[in-house]
Each structure stands twice: as structure tokens, then as C-alpha cells.
């Protein structure tokens, strides 16, 4: 019995999750395993409502599930920050989720827009360090307002922290076994603390694992050759701000934020997976969006509480799916939100 807490979000978010759902239901049966879920309407209406985003117990609640399916957080009301701060980074820093995974994977029949290219070509994933970096809030105004202003912001790394990361890396291209390639990314040349200390603590680990080939790419260098030649790439390990940016350049690659999940992994605790998109409000209600990133995060969360099986028959109607859809893009896929994953569904 899997406990999910599941937080729809705002906008679309409640109708891509509920296609989520339904093809849940038809791998529970399928597959015999069974499952609970509580909703939580945590989100913009209840910030506009109440004045908080989530109740001061929340983090104790989530705590009690297995995993959390989460929808997108955004609310044209709401000043940007308030509800990325208040539920994701919350989320994230308090359930030590320290590790963002984006599988970076061009299905059949989806368009890039990197001329020659082909789902072959395009299959590798990014380990994001989640918990440290610029992410953490640290620095200070020092005469605020004053044409002498100064802004610190901190970049704040431990060795525990990028170890674990890196570890988690080494572990994941030895399981997924195709190039054996492990890449930092990083910018070694000028942020000369951060990247001291990720370059060492990569090469020591590097040591425990022999048959891992690595090697080593400014952020700038990776976003040009991940436009230029992504079949380079296996898995791609760096910080939180590098890795928030490449994973949406990823995106594109791989046909858009309509097909882009990811995942925050705690690995020994609850992790919460969510479509990487924003909430899209002009599309709310209309039936148009594309639910497929909410149904590739629920393969990841199946794949890792422990149902493989049921995540690769997902992966596999996905793939039959996306060749008969006309386009990944709300309100061009040539079927309904609902439709969609009703053919997910029909193809399990």
C-alpha cells in the first residue's frame, strides 16, 4: 500500500495530475499493487485566501506519505517567489530532496528543434545538486538604496553536500549502463571556491569507479554542445543554479515543457515528483494542455518507490502515444488534455 500526497497546484496543474491519476489507477490494476492518496490544495487561491501558502505543519504531514505527485505551482495573482519559495524549495529543503532528476529522453514522433537529430541521439540525464548553491538565500544588502548599494549573494556548498550528489551520479550511469560517461558541469575557470571544491570531490569519488569514464565541461560549453551534439551526453552532474538552467534548455531538445518531468529524490526518504512546466493559467479550464510530463513523472515515482515494471510499460505507451499526437504544445496535440490520457491508458 503506497501512501501519495498529491498537491495539484494551480492552473493546469489540477488537470494534468487528474490524467496522472487515472492512468494510476489503471497500472494499479494492471499490475496489482495498491495505493492511497490525500490532496492537498496548497497553492495560490489558498495564499490569496488565507495569507500562507501551506500550514506550519505541512512539512510533518508530508512526511507520513511514501512519495508526493505534485502538479505546477504559479499563480498570476501571487508575486513570483512567494509560492516557489513557500512550497517548492520548502519542500525540497526540509524533506532533503538533494538530488533534482531530469531524464532527458526524445520520444518517436516528437519534433525537435535540432536539425538531424533523432530519439537515438537524445537520451541522457542531469543530476542536479537540490539543497545547496545560490539556492540557499544566503548574502545581504550592505547600503541598500543608496547609489553605493552593494548585493551578496552566496553560493553555499559543503562537502557532504556535493559528495552526495556526486555519488548519486556515479551509482546512476553505472545502473543505467549505455555510455558509462559521467560529466561535471561546472565553471572551474572563475567561481574558483565553489568549483575547487566540486572538481576535488569529484575526482576522489571518480577513484571508486573505475569503469565510469568521466570528463569535465564548463556550463557555456555544455549548453553548446548539448544543442550541437547531445548523443555526447549519458549523465550530466552539477549545482542547482547551472543544473536549473541546462534542464530547460533540455527541454527543448527533447520537444518541450509538454514531455519534461522531473523528479526531487530524497534517496533514503520522501521524494516528490512533478512536471516541469509552469502552470500555464491562460490555458486553465480549456482542456488544451499537454498532460504528458504529470504521466513521465509518475513513471519516475513508480520506478522508484518501487514499481519498475509498471514505470516501463508506462514509458512504452507513452512512446506509442506521442506518435500519433500532432504536436506537443497546448492546443495543438490534435486530442483533449483527456483524451490524451485516455490513450495512455488504452495503450498500457
Known sequence: ?????????????????????????????????????????????????????????????????????????????VKPGILEKGILLKTRFDLEQYINLRPVKLYPGVWTPIKDKSPEDIDFVVVRENNE?????????????TKDEIAIQISHNTRAGVERCIRYAFELTKKRNKKKTLTLCGKTNVLTYAWDLWQRTFDEVAKEYP????????????CMWMIKNPEWFDVIVTDNMFGDIITDL????????????????????????????????????????????????LGMMLDVIGEPKAAETLEKSVIKVTTKMKSMSAGKMGYSTQEVGDLVVENL
Open 1 to 77: 500500500m503506497y501512501k501519495i500526497a498529491v498537491i495539484p497546484g494551480d492552473g493546469t496543474g489540477p488537470e494534468v495530475i487528474n490524467e496522472g491519476l487515472k492512468v494510476l489507477e489503471a497500472l494499479a490494476k494492471k499490475f496489482k499493487f495498491q495505493y492511497k492518496t490525500e490532496t492537498f490544495n496548497w497553492g495560490g487561491d489558498r495564499y490569496l485566501e488565507t495569507g500562507n501558502v501551506m500550514p506550519d505543519d505541512a512539512i510533518e504531514q508530508l512526511k507520513k506519505f511514501d512519495t508526493i505527485y505534485l502538479g505546477a505551482i504559479g499563480h498570476p495573482n
Open 133 to 145: 548553491g545560490l539556492y540557499t538565500g544566503l548574502g545581504e544588502f550592505q547600503d541598500k538604496g
Open 211 to 222: 569503469d565510469i569514464k568521466t570528463d569535465y565541461a564548463h556550463v557555456d560549453a555544455i
Open 250 to 297: 533540455a527541454a527543448m531538445i527533447q520537444g518541450g515543457m509538454g514531455i519534461a518531468a522531473g523528479g526531487n529524490i530524497n534517496p533514503n526518504g520522501v521524494s516528490m515528483f512533478e512536471p516541469i512546466g509552469g502552470s500555464a493559467p491562460k490555458y486553465t479550464g480549456k482542456n488544451v494542455i499537454n498532460p504528458l510530463a504529470a504521466i513521465c513523472a
